[in-house]
């Protein structure tokens, strides 16, 4: 299979569009955003579907070492909000002032979309937080 690794938007008008509901039709946006994500895995963990121009909810995200796409994800549950300080790699600037929470339960799509809930702690809970604020046109 090629490996398609897609420009990055940096645009912060596009960026906030809120992303639509992802279908089987839009596993080929799946496969670019980790191809993409690998391309920039010394400086992310994590990317949604629009930084790369797709606004359906998708995110891919390094889950210890290998890849986790995640369709429609939506957080049920957070407990134990915290500050932080996020960067982002569409939006230059450093670091900004977040608030997170050291554990959420995601429900979400596998790559076959079968629905699965899944509980998340410490970073990455945080690295799915900042995804799905994406998805959601949710800027840090």
Known sequence: MTK??????????????????????DIATAHDLRDTLAAHSDECVGMAANMIGGHVRIIVFDDGGKYTVMYNPTIIRSDGAYRTSESCLSLPGGPRPVKRYGTIRVRYQTEDFKTRTRVCTGFT?????????HTNGILI
Do not use: F, G, W, Y
């Open 125 to 133: 809970a945080q690295i799915i937080q900042h995804e799905i604020d």
């Open 4 to 25: 398609t690794v897609r420009e990055l938007i940096h645009d912060p008008i596009s960026l906030a569009i809120k992303s639509v509901d992802a279908t089987p039709d």
